[in-house]
Structure formats: structure tokens, C-alpha cells
């Protein structure tokens, strides 16, 4: 990281308890959901009919990315560390298998609490049977529900102008920045993943945002919003708005169910840059998303330095009534009603 990079960064994520997920049949019958070390493969597993899932909200401290629970997290005591301890791995009755990522909350050297965070759509009252167990990729697996993504077909806006499809592409092409104008792209990632929970894309129907066709991104991605009119209340005209806190079921929803095509734009500083006529955010370079980065990549910079847009992150709470996205439609209009 270098030394003008932010030193603390939050990502929040919605987590069961470990007290949620019980052991109903197997070697450790009646406990809950724990850390690796004392995990049993083959037991079997359920999730709770009352479990409701909370917010858990992680600072990271340093480039090794150390958690500790920050200010508005709905579970734990905030200054606690928290360790990322493992994946998981479970299969359903009828073979699918899904991934959750473990998280310990530690105070005075001991276990506070456990938390899970599926990367799938996990049914209460279904045995679900753990299949893996791995400590190394949980790290990889968090990276990638941090890293920014579009999907396959969005038409991304080049220097020259021209609409090119995302998965076209290429090192080196150079793209219409909002910032600093034409920019060479230093890389272009892939990834398939299942398309539910935590990866299941958002699609900002066409004209929602005044965007050209449909824009279907990760549910982190933050699009940048010019109000003219300042509706969100936000005390400023330029706003970042992440995509996840604009669902309402209607001209903006989350498609949960089969495979997803996402695809990732890295430039030598984080950009605002357009897709399918929207401002949208590049992949930052940060303690989150370093795990999910080649090694050939992350040799290339120490990382992004604080770019000022970054500031311009709006809360959730200004985002939480069901006309927010009409709000920005017309906050961002030419017309002045």
C-alpha cells in the first residue's frame, strides 16, 4: 500500500450466526457451526427456521488486511478483531454444493462469536452436509465478493467514443475516463461464478438511471450520480451509490439462480468510467481485493492511490425509501422537475 492510500477501509457483508447453523446428525450432534479446527467433514448441517441474517461490518487496518469490527455492525463489540478463518464447502440433498466463508470474532485472546457468510442461498430446515474445508482460498473467496464487476455484453464507452462489449476488451485499449480522459487499461479479469447470494448480479433496468440498455453488475459496484438537484439530501452534487441499496423489485432487481459471466477493469488508478451510459466505478486496488488479483498484477503498483470520488459514498440510510432510484433519475436530469 502506498503511503497515500487509506489506511482503513469497510466492507459489510450480511452474516448468520454460527449459533444459526446446528449440527443435526454426525459426529458433533447438537453444536453449532464453528471454527476450522473443530469442524467434523460429514456432519450435517441446518440452518435455523428463525435465523435472520445481520449486518457485520469489517474495518481493515494495513495492506495484510487485519479486520476489526467497525461502527455499524449489528452483531459483535466493535473493536474486536476478527479472523477470516476458512471456507466451506456443503452439498444439498440433491447435490448442488455451496461455499460460506467463516469469520471469528476474538476478545482477550478467546472465541467471542462465529459468523457465516453463504455465497449461496442457504434454506432453513435442509441438510446440508459439509463437504470441504479449506483455509487458504477463504481469503480469495472474500476478495472476490469485493471486486467490482460487470457482466458479459455491457457495452463499456472507449476514448474514441465507440461502445465496446466488455468481454472484447484488451490490455492496453483505451477508455473514456470521467477524471483524467482517455486511459490505457493495465488489465481485464474473468471470472464464472454461481449467480446466487453474495454473487448474484444486479440489473439497473434500461432508462432507470438514464443508462441505454440494461446494466447488470456485482451487487458492490458503485455507480457514480451527478444530482443537479441535490434529492438524496446527501449535502453535495456528486454521489457514489452502491448498487445493492437501489433494489426495489422494480426498475432495479437482483437475479439470483445459474452461472454469471463478471468481468473486471483495472487501470493504474481507480476510475470512473462509463457503461451502458452510466458513470461507473473501475476495480480498486485495495486490502479487500488484493487476494483476487494475479500475482503478475499485484507486482505491477504498490496500489491505488485515495482518489478524491472516493469520498462522495452515500450511506444507505439516504438510500432506504423506494422512490431512491426515481430520487437520482430526475436528481440527475437536464429538466429541473
Known sequence: MSSSEKTTTEQTVTVFRGDDFIVTEGVAEGDALSFADELVLDDIYQLRRSATRARLTLGFHGPKAAFTLAAGSEVGTVGNDVVLDCCITV??????????????EVESGGVEDIYVLPLATFAPDTAYQLVGLD???????????????????????????????????????KVLTRDDGPQEIRWVGQTTLRATGSFAPVVIKKGALHNENDLVVSPDHRLFVYQRQDRLGAGRSEVLVKVRHLINGDSVVQQDGGFVDYFQLLFDEHQIIYAEGIAAESLLIDPRTRAALPDDVNTQGAGHTHRPHLDYEVQEKLLSHPDAVELLRKASSNKTS
Do not use: K, N, Y
Open 91 to 104: 452439498m444439498a440433498p440433491d447435490g448442488t454444493t455451496f461455499d460460506a466463508l467463516v469469520f471469528v
Open 135 to 173: 483455509r487458504h482460498t477463504a481469503t480469495t473467496r472474500f476478495a472476490e465478493v469485493a471486486c467490482v464487476s460487470f457482466t458479459r455484453g455491457t457495452h463499456i464507452t472507449m476514448a474514441s467514443g465507440r461502445q465496446i462489449p466488455i468481454e472484447d476488451l484488451r490490455a492496453g485499449d
